[in-house]
């Protein structure tokens, strides 16, 4: 057995052991818990990630706040959540891809996005989602094949987007029974949410939702339906009294930026008991895309400006998907973090690069890691040295013209196709627009720090 075997089965068991460590007292076991994970800890092993934890225990700061949090959650989802993130998905999971994708020389996915179905009970502004198609669904036995493939190449995370997932209810029920090793969320508008569904969360322990908003009701209605934000509300509140740990998910736009970015809601999504947050940038996806939903670049540095300084105060977990390029090393799509497959089953880079060149159906995951579209984004992210210019589409358009060019990769949209000349003269103007702001940024913030 090799060293480096060796110390990953310490810390597999010394991980499993202190997880169990800290169902007794966690508020005085978690002090003790840093201690003996520093100790068995390689050089360079989540080294960040684990300073983080330690300040915050020793500040007893908002991030504490958030690890206490987690102990009002229902213990069984708690102890298989925790099971499967830290141990399977990121110990585990990350040895068996880093080998992988050094043995192959390709991106293998910590996390992959699937659409079960096109279809959706909603029609929400500036959405591109029904437009597929509700025609358009992957059979049980495709996911199960998604899942299990996935698995053999490390990945334990996957996420159902759409479309409406949960119109799938029973075969993600089934999905998260034949794989409780694996961690499943979906992003669901929220409305198709009930007890019975909640009795299932709680009972199969490894399935939790990031519900859509928008802001509060006046801009979040305006999205996505009259009457939306109260039926959400209650939703969120139905989970919290089931201790059902979820999410929230928002979208920024020229027109939410005030409601999003607030004290006020992030004090309401504590409040209804969220523990985490994502938050992506609009994107121009769709030939009917509506560009005045792009936010300017004083409202994009704000909402950047307000998050940072909500994770400093608030306890709840915050993703920004479009600035916190330098955390992630740039754009993770492509396979270096995600793959998104649609519900026609088209492997995509990102959930919102509508473009492909091999399709689950024919293709399996490794050989669409290795075919030419996904080999051109490992080949060459990051897309920039300015990690507040992380997309190949977004802020760097011409990266994202000359892939598709160069890959025969083909658009997947079935109703309202569009070329990526198309796509890209929507973003051009964005990435002029944002490239100011985007330098003076790092150069301030990053580069006079280093």
């Known amino acids: 057995m090799s060293t480096d075997t060796i110390k990953h089965v310490i810390q597999y068991r010394t991980m499993i052991k202190a997880m169990t460590y800290l169902e007794d007292n966690p508020e005085e076991n978690i002090p003790k818990l840093m201690d003996l994970i520093d100790r068995i800890s390689s050089e360079g092993w989540f080294t960040g990630q684990r300073d983080a934890f330690r300040k915050a225990i020793e500040e007893k700061n908002n991030w504490y706040d958030l690890i206490l949090r987690v102990y009002e959650i229902d213990a069984g989802i708690r102890k298989r959540s925790l099971q499967n993130f830290i141990i399977n998905a990121t110990l585990n999971g990350g040895v068996l891809q880093k080998t992988l994708?050094?043995?192959?020389?390709?991106?293998?996915?910590?996390?992959?996005?699937?659409?079960?179905?096109?279809?959706?009970?909603?029609?929400?502004?500036?959405?591109?989602?029904?437009?597929?198609?509700?025609?358009?669904?992957?059979?049980?036995?495709?996911?199960?094949?998604?899942?299990?493939?996935?698995?053999?190449?490390?990945?334990?995370?996957?996420?159902?987007t759409g479309g409406e997932p949960l119109l799938r209810k029973k075969d993600i029920i089934r999905l998260c029974e034949e794989h409780p090793d694996c961690m499943f969320m979906a992003f669901t508008n929220g409305t198709l949410i009930d007890d019975d569904f909640c009795e299932e969360m709680l009972r199969l322990k490894n399935l939790l939702v990031a519900i859509s908003m928008e802001g509060f009701e006046q801009a979040n209605d305006a999205r996505r339906g009259k009457g939306t934000y109260q039926k959400i509300r209650d939703k969120m509140e139905m989970m919290k009294e089931y201790r059902i740990p979820f999410g929230v998910s928002t979208c920024y736009t020229s027109q939410n930026i005030d409601d999003v970015s607030s004290d006020e809601y992030y004090e309401m999504m504590i409040e209804s008991g969220a523990f985490?947050?994502?938050?992506?940038?609009?994107?121009?996806?769709?030939?009917?895309?509506?560009t005045g939903l792009l936010p300017n670049p004083a409202q994009r540095e704000k909402m950047y400006a307000n998050i940072q300084k909500y994770r400093r105060t608030k306890p709840i977990f915050t993703i920004d998907f479009q600035n916190d390029g330098k955390y992630a090393g740039g754009c993770i799509a492509g396979g270096r973090k995600?793959?998104?497959?649609?519900?026609?089953?088209?492997?995509?880079?990102?959930?919102?690069?509508?473009?492909?060149?091999?399709?689950?159906?024919?293709?399996?995951?490794?050989?669409?890691?290795?075919?030419?579209?996904?080999?051109?984004?490992?080949?060459?992210?990051?897309?920039?040295?300015?990690?507040?210019?992380?997309?190949?589409?977004?802020?760097?358009?011409?990266?994202?013209?000359?892939?598709?060019?160069?890959?025969?990769?083909?658009?997947?949209?079935?109703?309202?196709?569009?070329?990526?000349?198309?796509?890209?003269?929507?973003?051009?103007?964005?990435?002029?627009?944002?490239?100011?702001?985007?330098?003076?940024?790092?150069?301030?913030?990053?580069?006079?720090?280093?």
């Open 101 to 160: 994708s050094e043995e192959y020389n390709c991106n293998i996915p910590w996390a992959i996005l699937f659409d079960p179905t096109a279809a959706c009970n909603m029609k929400c502004k500036g959405c591109w989602a029904s437009k597929y198609g509700n025609h358009m669904n992957l059979k049980y036995d495709v996911m199960d094949s998604i899942v299990n493939q996935g698995k053999h190449l490390g990945t334990y995370i996957y996420l159902f």
């Open 338 to 450: 995600y793959i998104h497959i649609n519900a026609n089953g088209d492997i995509e880079p990102c959930a919102f690069i509508h473009y492909s060149d091999c399709n689950i159906h024919e293709t399996s995951l490794l050989d669409a890691y290795r075919k030419p579209l996904f080999m051109a984004y490992h080949d060459r992210q990051p897309f920039n040295e300015n990690m507040f210019k992380p997309c190949p589409m977004l802020e760097n358009p011409e990266c994202i013209e000359d892939i598709i060019r160069n890959t025969d990769a083909i658009n997947t949209d079935t109703v309202h196709p569009e070329t990526i000349e198309q796509l890209c003269s929507k973003t051009k103007p964005y990435a002029k627009a944002w490239n100011d702001t985007a330098e003076r940024l790092w150069t301030e913030i990053f580069e006079k720090k280093e």
């Open 276 to 290: 985490f947050v994502w938050f992506f940038h609009y994107m121009p996806v769709g030939s009917d895309a509506d």
